[in-house]
Structures are given as C-alpha cells and as structure tokens.
C-alpha cells in the first residue's frame, strides 16, 4: 500500500466543457428507473451546463422493499444518453460486481456513496477492483456518520489504487433528532478536508443534504460561497412520481433557473478591504481563545476545590443555571439561542473533561 500519496497532492477533476473555473454541475435523477425517463430527463438538462449526467441503477435503501434500482439494464441507457447528447456519465457502485459491470459499460464517473463510504472493506474492495483502470473518475461521498477520518481514509483507499482522477462530494451527515434539513452539513467538516486537500475536486450535493426541492437552491449558493468546485444535483423529468427521493428531485426547467439564479464569486486572492477584515477575525478569534485559555484554568481550579471537598464534578443545577443565564446574554448580543447552547455545551464538555482528569490523580 502506498501511503506516501497525501492528500495535498490529488489536483483538481477537469471536466470536458467545463474548463476555466466555472462550477461542475452534474445533474440527474436519483434513480433510472425506466429508459424513457432516463432519456427524457438527460434530454431535458441539456443546454444549460450540465456537462455529466447522474442516475443511480443500484440504489442503497435504508428500508427492504424500497425501491432498489433497476440494475445492469440501467447502465445500457446511460451508455445511450453518453452516445446520443454527448455527456459524461455517472452512477453509484457500492460492490466490486457494480464496478465490473459500470467499466465495461464505460461509464465514465463512479461515485461511492455514503453509506458505503462509512465501511472500509466494502472501500478497499472497490479499490482493489479499480487498479489499473486509471482513466476512470472516482467520488468519494461523505460517510453518513460525521468522521472526517473515515471520509479522508476511503479517498486514501482509492488513491492508492492508482485512481487519480479523484474527487469528494459532501452530501450531509445522518444525525439524530428533528432538523431542518434531511442530513446535517457540518460545514466544518468539508472545510477542514479542502484544508487538507487545496487542490482536489470537492463538490456539494444540496439534494441529499436539504432533502427537499425548496432547499437546492440556497444550499447551492452557500456551497459556492464557500469554495466548493461545483454541484451535484438531483434532477428528474417527475419528480413528484420518482421512485426514490421524490421530495428532493427538481425538475429540469426548475434546475435551470436554480443555475441562472446561482452567483458564482471569485476564489482570487483577497484584496484589502477584505484581508484587514480577515484581520479582525484573526484578532477575534485569537481573543477568544486566549479567554477559552482562561476559562479552563478557572474550571480546573474549581475541579481541586470540588476533589478536596468531595464533590461531584456535574453538578445539574449549576449546569442549568449557567445554560439559561447565558442563552439571556446571548439573545441580547443578537445570537441565536442554538449556537449559543452548542457552544456553551461544547465548553462545558471539556470543562468536566479537565475536571475529571484531575480526579484520576
Ligand atoms: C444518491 O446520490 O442518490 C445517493 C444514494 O446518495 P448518498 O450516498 O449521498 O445517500
Ligand atoms: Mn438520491
């Protein structure tokens, strides 16, 4: 195995047409389900910079019984759509049998999804079946647990299988309790891997994070925002009749617009307005820390009194109090009251940890 290979030196995905630093846009329905519908939303997306075509025909469903993909005959219609509009093509494997059958058909985009991605054998698997087939083009999905190790050692796998036409795609973490959107973004967690990786493609997949239509459009414009190199956004001809994720699929004239409404901004280095900006944040942010510094030296004082005394170290009512007293605070400062208690939870967290340590002595 070859680990020599980091990160930092995967280079960026070009695709045909869509050179000179515009976004990646790649676009279809969730699932090929039948071969006019295939070919009906691949005709659809034409003309408006969609220059690779997305369906899955093998889908991964949390649930038996779903609806589970119509298989290899899937593959030959988006061999017809590569051969008649000229697109590039793309499907998910998950098994080495999906990455025999998808390069025979010479589809030229395979996408690991998220909950393959999350297993490492079921990764290397699909590395070991990749090696020597060094034209194809690899991405790697997020896992659906929020572990950036996981994301960063299934890229690893496939690079060291000799794939380097590799890219990531963020497509939001499963996580429990009501949310807005259907998969978390944790934003963090693609920054901190574009941090470790400058130059690989890393895309976004509005669809699967917001997991309904009304969400694709402000997501996308936060992924641009953000340095995402382009978009992967389901698209189908019926949405309100597609077979899997039908609450997330948009129509292809309504992706049209969501394409013209799109502001694609400079990634230029900053000017200096903006980097006397950046300073204040660098000096805010260097405040903050120096205060974090100060809070846990407190915390770690009141761990000894409470040893030497025999207490424990959560204490509820504290907990609560200081919880409430300073979601007021921050209400006041105009911060909003879930960021404030993730944070205060967050800090609280490593306050028992320090605590704790000390009562291992
Ligand atoms: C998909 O792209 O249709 C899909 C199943 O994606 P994910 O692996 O992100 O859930
Ligand atoms: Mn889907």
Not at 141 to 162: H, Y
Not at 191 to 205: G, N, V
Request: with cysteine; hydrophobic share 40%.
């Amino acid at each position: 195995m070859n680990v020599s290979i980091t990160l930092r030196d995967i280079g960026p995905l070009s695709i045909p047409g869509m050179e000179g630093g515009s976004p990646i846009v790649i676009a279809g329905p969730c699932s090929a389900e039948t071969e006019a519908q295939t070919l009906e939303t691949a005709w659809a997306l034409t003309g408006m910079g969609v220059k690779v075509f997305r369906a899955g025909v093998w889908k991964p469903r949390t649930m038996p019984g779903g609806f589970e993909g119509v298989g290899d005959r899937g593959l030959a219609w988006l061999q017809t759509v590569k051969r008649e509009l000229g697109m590039m093509v793309a499907t998910e494997v998950a098994t080495v049998d999906h990455v025999r059958a998808a390069l025979e058909a010479g589809i030229d985009i395979l996408w690991i999804g998220a909950r393959t991605s999350a297993n490492p054998f079921a990764v290397q698997d699909i590395a070991d079946a990749l090696q020597g087939h060094d034209q194809v083009t690899v991405l790697v999905k997020n896992p659906v647990n929020p572990d950036l190790d996981l994301w960063i050692g299934a890229l690893q796998r496939i690079r060291n299988a000799g794939v380097t036409r590799l890219g990531a795609v963020h497509r939001g973490f499963s996580s429990a309790g009501a949310h807005l959107y259907r998969n978390d973004p944790q934003w963090h967690i693609p920054f901190e891997l574009r941090r470790l990786a400058p130059s690989m493609t890393i895309l976004c997949d509005p669809s699967h994070i917001g997991g309904k239509r009304q969400y694709v459009e402000h997501l996308s414009q936060i992924a641009l925002d953000t340095g995402f190199d382009g978009l992967m956004i389901e698209s189908h001809i019926q949405p309100d009749k597609a077979l899997s994720d039908s609450a997330q699929q948009v129509e292809p004239k309504e992706l049209k617009e969501i394409l013209q409404h799109l502001v694609v901004r400079s990634g230029a280095p900053i000017d200096d307005e903006l980097s006397l900006l950046r300073q204040q944040i660098d000096d805010c942010d260097h405040e903050m820390l120096a205060v974090l510094a100060r809070r846990m030296s407190v915390a770690r004082e009141i761990g000894r009194f409470k040893k030497a005394h025999n207490l424990r170290v959560v204490q509820p009512q504290r907990y609560q109090d200081m919880i409430d007293a300073r979601l007021d605070e921050a209400a006041h400062l105009g911060l909003e009251a879930d960021f404030t208690q993730r944070v205060m939870q967050s800090i609280h967290e490593e306050s028992v940890r320090q605590q704790l340590n000390l009562f291992k002595d």
